[in-house]
């Protein structure tokens, strides 16, 4: 499926559907967009809300090669771009002391120069780029501007089609405005109480619609509490699968749900806080 | 150029959106305007999308960002009269690097009796300028090799470095026809994270500016980068003032370019102009930000609380030194205090330069 087919962000949204992903409005429309001015796109959202999920399916959907370049604190122009590859190098020039030492085949490829050199487009995700440096940001914006990277051995390399690029962002810090203002932006929230049954049923089919909709309603109670992490879309699923194996026919939901609550909440603090008030919320969800 | 009168239209919107303190670039509303095209634009609501697409609003906004655009494409009532009371103008931005503001603001200066008490009371203080000098002098030993440091993005060459630099090893050994004669090492280099002093100059915290001011000076000339902001009733930098070596000139230049002196407290709103202008809100980017005040805040205290939190979102370390800790017996019982409690990484003793010295010595530590 190529991306030329996508004539509006209902189509998007049908392709993602074909590929077990249920997006908003907001977030198809942002994709549409991002596609067709050939920006890049900044999803933020809480963690768990299916930041990479979307990434993933995009890519399948339109049929393009996902490559991923995970940010972590302290990442370099080393982890992200290319490296020599010093030790072939080294024993290259020593059985050869006229050994071409910045062929191809010294070149470690990392993430960015390899979705450059692509020969088709590919998807680059950057994941989680609040968790890099600021420099690194910086060092970003050369990039995704020009998308093309310099080499001093090699000279500059362009892509011969720019890759669509997903950046995804947790908001533990405020992203620069330089590298907001570049992008296409949408912000994922918790879905609505509806798409999240459905989300579940799709992502795990053994789950019948009546648990589905109490995981929802428990899951939704949860995220009122003051939690340090409050459930995602993630750890729904997983407490909806979780409470089937738990339930075996027997009957009792609201022992099932009690007993799975570690795939949900996970932070003992957290676990303090939800226990008191645990066996209303499950009385409340499954009853409804 | 004249515009469609469509689009016309969707651009007065954009400058509808930033008159209310929101802020986005140019090259933002072409996006938008490519956008809606690109939608269509079918009904109203995809106009909104795209808009929310392209001219991002921060997350904890976007219930506001709707209620404008509602009111720009609903009520034209709303637009005949654009908000009388934006927060910039509650608070008015006081700085030596931006000449427009200065010719009426220093005039009010001249008319209020108040400002010109302040700058009597101030000089009159500065008799004991020496008076905390072996805590200035503790600083100034200890503070450039214990105040923290963040890693560089780039290596450079050293003996002793911690990894190899294998670019530069390569070259040395190809000049050598693949002898190893000796490997370079490399390390990454460490500079000051930058330091961003908010200094509360409201009448209530009148005993303790002259320290605040001559620990901020000395601090300025002793790190890579110091900023210092005064807030009262309103909000001035006073980066440029401090730079004078001397120190008696530096407080004098400092005690003529705020003019809020000992004045009410108005910490929320003059906060919220220094995360509102992007030019600001930009030097807290990992930095160290160092509240001197005791946060007493009149009236109403949400202003403040969203202020902090969103500086907190964007520095390394946010801690609120204030006089009152210096009795033991303190605890943040003012709402103001305990609502904000949650964002700081510490809330210690700002009684005397001593404390403040104690303070910053340890800073090093939390990285």
Known sequence: MSEGAIASPEILAQRLER??????????????????????????????????EAA???SAALGLNLIRLQCYEGIDAGHALYEWNYARQLLSLRQDSNADLYADEFLIERPL???????????????????ADHEFEAFLLEFLSDFQISIPER?????????????????????????RRRCVYNWIAYPDAEREARIIMLRAPQVVESTARAVVNAV??????????APGISEAIEWASAASLLEKGTGRWPEAFRRSIGVAVKDEEDLGLVRPELDALLARACGS | MKLPQAAALLVDFTRFVRRHGFAFAHEQVVMFLGAVRLLGPRDIESIRRAAHATLPPPPDRQTEFDALFHAFFFEEAALASPAQSLPEEDAPVKDRGRGQNDPPELGEANNSGKAATAKESLSLRQFDIHADDAAIGRLKKNAPATLPRRLGFRKVSDKKGQSL??????????????????????????????VVLLIDVSGSMKAQTQDYL???????????????????????????????????????????????????TRIGAALGTFIGNPRYASLLRGAVVLFLSDGLERGGHDLMREAVQRIKHRAWYLAWLTPLAADARFRPETAALKDILVHLDRLGNGSSIASLVDHTLTLGSQS
């Open chain 1, 56 to 58: 993933k399916a995009l």
């Open chain 2, 214 to 264: 001559r620990y901020a000076h000395a601090l300025t000339h002793l790190a890579d980068k110091v900023e210092t902001f005064t807030f009262g009733t309103r909000l001035t930098r006073i980066t440029n003032s401090l730079q004078h070596r001397h120190p008696a000139k530096a407080l004098e230049c400092a005690s003529a370019q705020v003019n809020d002196w000992d004045g009410g």
């Open chain 1, 220 to 229: 939704n109670g949860l995220r009122r509490l003051p939690l340090a992490k």
């Open chain 2, 165 to 194: 630099d294998l670019r530069r090893s390569m070259r040395r050994i190809v000049e050598h026809d693949g002898d190893i004669i000796r490997l370079m090492r490399a390390r990454r280099r460490k500079l000051h994270r930058p």
């Open chain 1, 155 to 179: 000279g500059t390399l362009k892509a011969a089609s720019p890759p669509f690029v997903i950046l995804t962002s947790n908001r533990t810090r405020d992203l620069h405005e330089a590298l």
């Open chain 1, 113 to 131: 120069l390899k979705a450059l050199k692509e020969p088709t487009r590919t998807l680059l995700l950057i994941d989680e780029i609040d968790r």
């Open chain 1, 19 to 52: 590929e077990l992903y249920l997006s908003g409005e907001e977030l198809s429309t942002a994709v549409f967009l991002a596609l067709k001015l050939g920006k890049p796109l900044l999803l933020e959202g809480m963690p768990g809300v299916g930041k990479t």
